[in-house]
């Protein structure tokens, strides 16, 4: 849906997450939009923050018994006013199991993702200092600040 330029664009675009600790609540309590409407029992999620302008961000961590089954992603969205729907722009996805630190973009790509994931999309590893675990809280807000670093959005 989105040239490389016209991403690099809405990266560049001045967001701001506010600089208080980000708070996590069971997936089950929460209206989250489409494509996080499904997620449940082990998934715990953040409201959708609002960035600024049309930019929306939802951080989410699943649950699992050992560290190598947990997970935590990031989905930066675009709010389509006219079209009544989030596009999603970017994900950015931490799998301790296999993948490691790495990159989802909607980017070159002619299918329409309104309120959907972006499945196929362009994929880039990232490199990552140190191992975090998504069951602790501290790991969690470190992942954030990675996040924030990585798509430009400014902590105030």
């Known amino acids: ?37 499904k997620l449940r029992h082990s998934h715990y999620c953040t409201d959708l923050l609002n960035l600024g302008g049309n ?13 190598k089954r947990c997970q935590i992603y990031a989905h ?9 729907c989030l596009c999603p722009l970017a994900r950015i996805d931490y799998h301790p199991s296999h993948k490691g630190l790495h990159i989802v973009l909607n980017c070159e790509d002619n ?26 809280k501290s790991d969690r807000q470190h992942f954030i600040a990675i996040v924030c670093e990585r798509l430009g959005i400014n902590r105030e």
């Open 55 to 67: 930019y929306r961000i939802a951080f989410v961590w699943k649950e699992g018994e050992e560290r």
């Open 111 to 136: 299918r329409n993702l309104c309120n959907r994931s972006i499945p196929g999309g362009k994929e880039f590893n990232l490199k990552l200092k140190q191992q975090i675990d998504p069951r602790i």
């Open 1 to 37: 849906m989105f040239t490389r330029k016209e991403l690099k664009e809405h990266f560049k675009f001045p967001k701001k997450l506010p600089k208080k600790m980000v708070e996590f609540y069971p997936a089950k309590s929460l209206k989250l939009p489409r494509p996080l409407h």
């Open 76 to 84: 930066l969205f675009i709010d389509l006013e006219k079209d009544k």
